[in-house]
């Protein structure tokens, strides 16, 4: 893989943006914007700078491969799961709209590793597999 590290001229753009022909599919900001339902450029700007989401440019675009944002996100997702763990994630009001609990028990839940969840910034948001599971051992 090639790699070279992006200077701008920006004050505020990220400096380490890598120039590569990564093994994996890259996703758009846009895609990313889509899975968290939150985002701005300077969110991730910030990420990218503190070398919490390295950005990978392929010609004029930036794009993010699965591995960081699973590692951005908390960890990479267990065996067998991967393809549910690509989905859209729910928020918070996502998954109580599917269940008879309210916000602050989703949240309880989720501190107390009964459902699984990924953290985007100060967000709780929840795979649909591994919450259809979670309701599926409830029911």
Not at 71 to 83: N, T
């Amino acid at each position: 893989m090639r790699t070279k590290t992006i200077h701008s001229r920006h004050k505020n753009a990220p400096t380490n943006i890598v120039l590569a022909k990564p093994e994996h599919e890259l996703l758009s900001r846009q895609r990313l914007f889509n899975r968290w339902q939150k985002g701005s450029d300077a969110f991730f700007w910030r990420a990218e700078r503190d070398g919490l989401l390295p950005g990978y440019r392929e010609g004029r675009l930036i794009g993010y491969r699965w591995p960081d944002v699973f590692d951005f996100e908390g960890g990479q997702p267990p065996e067998g799961l991967e393809g549910a763990y690509r989905e859209d994630l729910y928020t918070v009001d996502d998954v109580v709209a599917l269940t008879p609990y309210c916000r602050d028990t989703i949240i309880g839940r989720a501190k107390a590793g009964a459902l699984p969840f990924r953290r985007v910034g100060k967000d709780y948001l929840f795979v649909p597999e591994e919450v259809l599971r979670w309701l599926r051992r409830w029911s």
